[in-house]
């Protein structure tokens, strides 16, 4: 065997090998029985607040490995609305506020009585479809290999 076709054919190893050990970040959703991965870099989680019985839609992005709650918007003031934002504007019936919050998780009770959804592009999640009521998700950024996320179950 040539130098050449040696040096080729330990280029493409070495390719190969880095691009099995590389991780990269994704969004992941720990139920109890399952781990399932989101092909996007950001979410709208929603639900309908416990007292106002109004929908509550927070939006986060990936920033690096952890998530960010950039902002929440609802119809009402009421129990449970931050009280300090950055900006604050009415945006198609709903009070919009960004917070820019950065969270390393979120632990998320699954309930179909709050109607707990999450929002994805375009697809309308419905997260007590994935577990019993009082469960929870842990929702978080993690790194992970490219096996993983070949082999990975999708929302």
Known sequence: ???KKLFGSIGILLILLAIFFIRFPVLVFEF?????YAKTTQFDLGW??????EEWIEHYE????QLLLESTKFKTFGAGVPSIA????LVDGY?????????KELNLTISEHVDSTIYLDDKEIKIYDYGETYDTVLISVK????????GGEFL
């Open 48 to 53: 309908i607040h416990s007292v106002e019985k």
């Open 62 to 65: 990936i920033n690096q490995e």
């Open 32 to 36: 109890s029985d399952r781990i399932v």
């Open 143 to 150: 790194k992970i290999f490219i096996w993983q996320y070949l």
């Open 95 to 103: 009070v919009k506020m960004k917070i820019n919050q950065p969270y």
């Open 1 to 3: 065997m040539s130098n």
């Open 86 to 89: 950055e900006d604050v504007e």
